[in-house]
Nanobody, 124 residues
Framework: QVQLVESGGGLVQPGGSLRLSCAAS????????IGWFRQAPGKEREAVSC????????YYWDPVKGRATISSDNAKNTVYLQMNSLKTEDTAVYYC?????????????????WGQGTQVTVSS
């Protein structure tokens, strides 16, 4: 069973940047896909980005396309999400999740292991 821990959230001004980290333990991630999701207050959780460490695929959903970069560090067993040009509507709790089948993109229900989330607040 993979355990995931997110970090890197915080308060940032509009136009600023953050790098979120998703550190995994229990397994090595090279056979998995890792997805980033977010949930804003009063809204449904939505997908942000994913990376398949098995197949080498990367995908970005429309709300962050062109402003986000997902990457991995196999030595650290960690996946990162770099977010630039942040907007107030990016404010949400950001979660990472693992899909043991290694597919990206994939439906949210394919992701079986979830972290606890990290808060990102974009405000002036």
């Amino acid at each position: 069973q993979v355990q995931l821990v997110e970090s890197g959230g915080g308060l940032v001004q509009p136009g600023g940047s953050l790098r979120l980290s998703c550190a995994a333990s229990g397994v090595t991630l090279d056979g998995y896909a890792i997805g980033w999701f977010r949930q804003a207050p009063g809204k449904e959780r939505e997908a942000v980005s994913c990376i398949s460490l098995r197949h080498g695929h990367i995908y970005y959903w429309d709300p962050v396309k062109g402003r986000a970069t997902i990457s991995s560090d196999n030595a650290k067993n960690t996946v990162y999400l770099q977010m630039n040009s942040l907007k107030t509507e990016d404010t949400a709790v950001y979660y990472c999740a693992a899909d043991l089948h290694g597919f990206c993109p994939a439906l949210e229900r394919s992701f079986s292991s979830w972290g606890q989330g990290t808060q990102v607040t974009v405000s002036s």
